[in-house]
C-alpha cells in the first residue's frame, strides 16, 4: 500500500517521498475474501480537525510529532522547502513526518474539511531516507 510522505532531511530541508507499507493478505471473516492489511502501528492519540471553510493557506510550519493524517473531505496542496507541489484529494492519507526545519505550506480548498490525525510516536518504522 503506498502512501506519500512529508520529512525534513537533517539539513532542515523538507521533502516528499512515496513509502510502500508491507501489507499481507488477511481473512476478518470467514465469509469475507481475505484482503490486504499492514501491520500494526502504536499510536499516542487520534484527534479529529475540523479546517473551517476559507481557511486557505497555512504558512510555513512543522508538525510537534509524526502523524498520518486522513483527510476526509476537501483538498490540500502541500509545498515542501524544496519547491515541490503535492494535491491531497479527500479519501488520501499521508504520513507527516518533518518535526523540525522549514517545514511545509499547506494550502486548502474553499470548503470546511475534516481531518483525523493519528499521532505515531514512531512513525511508521520505515528505513531512513
Same mark, same amino acid.
Given at each position: 500500500? &503506498? ?7 537533517? $539539513? /532542515? +530541508? ?5 513509502? =510502500?507499507?508491507?501489507?499481507? &493478505?488477511?481473512?476478518?471473516? #470467514? $465469509?469475507? !475474501?481475505?484482503? $490486504? ?12 480537525? @475540523?479546517? #473551517?471553510? /476559507?481557511?486557505? +493557506?497555512?504558512?510555513? @510550519?512543522?508538525? #510537534?510529532? #509524526?502523524?498520518? !493524517?486522513?483527510?476526509? =473531505? %476537501?483538498?490540500? +496542496?502541500?509545498? !515542501?522547502?524544496?519547491? +515541490? ?12 513526518? =518533518? !518535526?523540525? /526545519? &522549514? ?19 514512531? %512513525? ?6
Amino acid at each position: 500500500m &503506498k502512501s506519500l510522505r512529508i520529512y525534513a532531511t537533517p $539539513d /532542515g +530541508e523538507s521533502h516528499f517521498d512515496q513509502v =510502500d507499507l508491507p501489507t499481507t &493478505k488477511r481473512s476478518v471473516h #470467514p $465469509d469475507a !475474501t481475505p484482503f $490486504d492489511v499492514t501491520a500494526s502501528y502504536p499510536a499516542s492519540r487520534v484527534r479529529l480537525t @475540523h479546517i #473551517p471553510a /476559507g481557511m486557505r +493557506e497555512v504558512a510555513w @510550519h512543522t508538525v #510537534p510529532e #509524526p502523524v498520518l !493524517t486522513v483527510r476526509l =473531505d %476537501g483538498s490540500v +496542496e502541500y509545498e !515542501t522547502s524544496d519547491g +515541490e507541489i503535492r494535491h491531497v484529494r479527500a479519501g488520501s492519507f499521508v504520513l507527516v513526518e =518533518d !518535526t523540525h /526545519g &522549514k517545514g511545509h505550506l499547506s494550502r486548502h480548498s474553499p470548503e470546511a474539511q475534516t481531518v483525523i490525525w493519528i499521532s505515531l510516536p514512531n %512513525g511508521l518504522d520505515l528505513p531512513p531516507v
